[in-house]
């Protein structure tokens, strides 16, 4: 049995910090430590950033976004095409498509995707609040930024049956070869997308 080095709050610090995605026991024990050196200058402004963001970090109680309103910075932007709704698995997607700067639309994370294997069903996502949204008017397309997994599209399709008779244009991401992708490095799932979606040169 490994003896203890530190003490149990230096401890807990590695503990928690092995909990983040990204880093490991032993990342873990690298960052807690350089954080421990740098007291002054990183841990102590990080323990006072993380215990403001613990007291006011919410979530948007329309689109499922966080932030320290609600509603949410996204929602409340005048100058976004409120009428073109883009819905996301999770609040990572929405940034990572805040990044790219393609379309300055509204968003709709879910918390998820449908997955019975896991126990997860309509009920534990937000797509109630997703059919209240497009059922109040108002909405002209809504884009399916879902990730092009087996729940993804089973998630899609669900939020697809839900919408049914409502007036509006449902479009999902085109799947296939990315920019820059080479064909031999590619899995059969993504090439046969790829073949289906093709488009007119």
Do not use: F
Not at 30 to 38: D, E, G, M, N, S
Request: aromatic content about 2%.
């Amino acid at each position: 049995m490994a003896k203890r080095v530190t003490g149990p709050e230096i401890e807990k610090l590695i503990q928690l910090l092995a909990k983040v995605p990204g880093l490991g026991p032993r990342s873990a024990r690298r960052a807690a430590l350089h954080l421990v050196k740098k007291k002054e200058q990183l841990l102590g402004p990080l323990a006072d950033a993380m215990g403001e963001a613990h007291r006011k970090v919410r979530i948007c109680s329309c689109c499922g976004n966080v932030d320290t309103i609600d509603p949410c910075t996204v929602c409340t932007d005048e100058r976004r095409d409120q009428s073109v709704i883009i819905v996301v698995e999770d609040v990572a997607d929405l940034w990572a498509l805040e990044r790219a700067g393609a379309m300055n639309a509204a968003y709709h994370v879910l918390g998820g995707t449908l997955s019975p294997l896991d126990g997860i069903g309509p009920d534990d996502l937000n797509i109630k609040g997703l059919v209240d949204r497009v059922a109040k008017g108002g909405v002209r397309e809504l884009i399916i930024a879902v990730n092009a997994t087996v729940e993804g599209q089973t998630t899609a399709h669900y939020i697809t049956d839900q919408l049914e008779g409502m007036e509006l244009k449902i479009t999902r991401l085109a799947h296939g070869v990315p920019v820059g992708g080479e064909l031999d490095y590619l899995d059969e799932g993504t090439l046969t997308a790829a073949l289906r979606a093709r488009t007119t040169i």
